[in-house]
Structures are given as structure tokens and as C-alpha cells.
């Protein structure tokens, strides 16, 4: 069996499988969202920085999708690439990934439908050591308990590739998708605040045209924006 490595552990997140569970315990209680009446997220951005950083934002996110265990069998999670550049969207090509928490298959009928498209690709090399998938594993794990995993970093793509990429996933109430994207980087904090708000604004508004100077996961998120307005989605 082919699996993919934790890469980050013990940098980004606790290597400990206790200490990591209890951890993530305590983000998600402290977070406390008020549910979605009824269900739960069809899609979540979340953020992928080193857990003391982004840990606390990513439970909010997270908390919602506690009602969506049992159900959500499948996650389909998009985020772009750090370390190796790639053209349009790599797969693995793993069977499973691993984390201090357990193993996670690789959805293998859902491989199949993705390499179907043109911009679907398999590169191990751009996930060997890529932190924006790997760090929200954890958290999956820890909220919906069992599932299968469509990985994908995200390169050289436009917005509609990968929207096409979603439609071709979507899938029911079993099929989540979580986009990984930090937001602006390397700027002062009330610059920083600046852009973010207008981010957030953008987002909220469905404008899928967003800049990788105002979030490093652009691309997905414009992709899943652009899918949100064709299905009807509500942010």
C-alpha cells in the first residue's frame, strides 16, 4: 500500500496522538458556533497556519460540521501548493494518508471520476511535504470520526477548472468539500486588517475573482465560489 506520511508533525501540530486529540478537543469546545438549522456545511474554508496560530479559527469552522458525523463518508479537500508547483490539480497518488491519529483511505471511485478531466493530475512529489492538506486531517478526524479522502493541491488552475473539478465530485450530504487558504501575508497588522475585511467581503458576496495577495488558497476558494453561485449556496 502506497501512503502518505505525516510531514509536519511536531512542527505544525502535536506528533502525540493524545495530546493532539485533546488539543483539537479544546479548540472545538471553546469555539461554540451556533448550528446551522438544519445540517451542516457543504463547504468549509479553513485556515492551515500552525495550530497555535490558526487552530482557534479553524475550530469555528470545524465546530459546525460536528452534526456531519455518521453522515459525511467523503471530503474532497483543495489547497495550493508551498513547496512544488504544479499544472491544474495533482492527486497523490497514495492509497492512504496517515496522521498521529490514524489512517485515512484514499477514495479510489472518486480518483477514477477526477482523472476524467483534463486538469487532473497525479504528483506525489507536491504532496510529499505540503502543510495546507495535512493540518486540517487532524481535525477531520477528530469531528467526523471515518472517511475516505479526495486530496488535491491546487497549481496552475483557473477558478472554473476547478469548480468543474467540485461539480464532477459533488456528490450528496456524503461528500464535503474544505478548502484550505490562509489569508494576506507579510503585511502590518491594520494593513492586514484592511485586506482581510475586504476578503471576508468577497467571499460573503460570492465574488469568485480573488488574488493570491489577498489569500494564498485563491484559486480553490474561487473555484468553490463560483459553485456556490451555481448550486444556490448561502455563505
Same mark, same amino acid.
Given at each position: ?40 456545511? @457543504? ?68 480518483? @477514477? ?54 461539480? @464532477? ?67
Amino acid at each position: 500500500m502506497n501512503v502518505r506520511l505525516p510531514a509536519v508533525a511536531g512542527m505544525f501540530y502535536p506528533r502525540e496522538p493524545a495530546i493532539l486529540a485533546r488539543e483539537i478537543a479544546d479548540y472545538l469546545d471553546q469555539a461554540d458556533e451556533d448550528r446551522l438549522s438544519p445540517g451542516f456545511p @457543504k463547504i468549509v474554508i479553513v485556515p492551515h497556519a500552525g495550530y497555535i496560530y490558526s487552530g482557534a479559527v479553524a475550530a469555528h469552522a470545524y465546530d459546525l460540521l460536528r452534526p456531519a458525523r455518521g453522515i459525511v463518508k467523503r471530503v474532497v479537500l483543495m489547497g495550493p501548493c508551498h513547496r512544488i508547483a504544479v499544472r491544474g490539480l495533482a492527486l497523490p497518488g497514495s492509497d492512504a494518508f496517515d496522521t498521529p491519529l490514524g489512517r485515512i483511505p484514499v477514495d479510489a471511485e472518486g480518483v @477514477k471520476l477526477a482523472q476524467s478531466l483534463p486538469q487532473v493530475c497525479v504528483m506525489a512529489a507536491t504532496h510529499a511535504q505540503e502543510h495546507a492538506l495535512e493540518v486540517q486531517l487532524p481535525f477531520l478526524q477528530q469531528v467526523l470520526g471515518n472517511f475516505s479522502l479526495l486530496p488535491f493541491v491546487v497549481g496552475s488552475a483557473s477558478a472554473s477548472q476547478v469548480c468543474e473539478v467540485m461539480e @464532477k465530485l459533488w456528490g450528496g450530504e456524503e461528500t464535503l468539500f474544505v478548502i484550505s487558504s490562509d489569508l494576506s501575508h507579510y503585511h502590518t497588522h491594520e494593513q492586514a486588517g484592511v485586506m482581510d475585511k475586504g476578503t471576508a467581503r468577497a467571499i460573503l458576496d460570492l465574488h469568485s475573482g480573488l488574488g493570491h495577495e489577498q489569500a494564498c488558497g485563491a484559486t480553490p476558494i474561487s473555484g468553490a465560489l463560483l459553485m456556490a453561485r451555481q448550486r444556490d449556496l448561502k455563505p
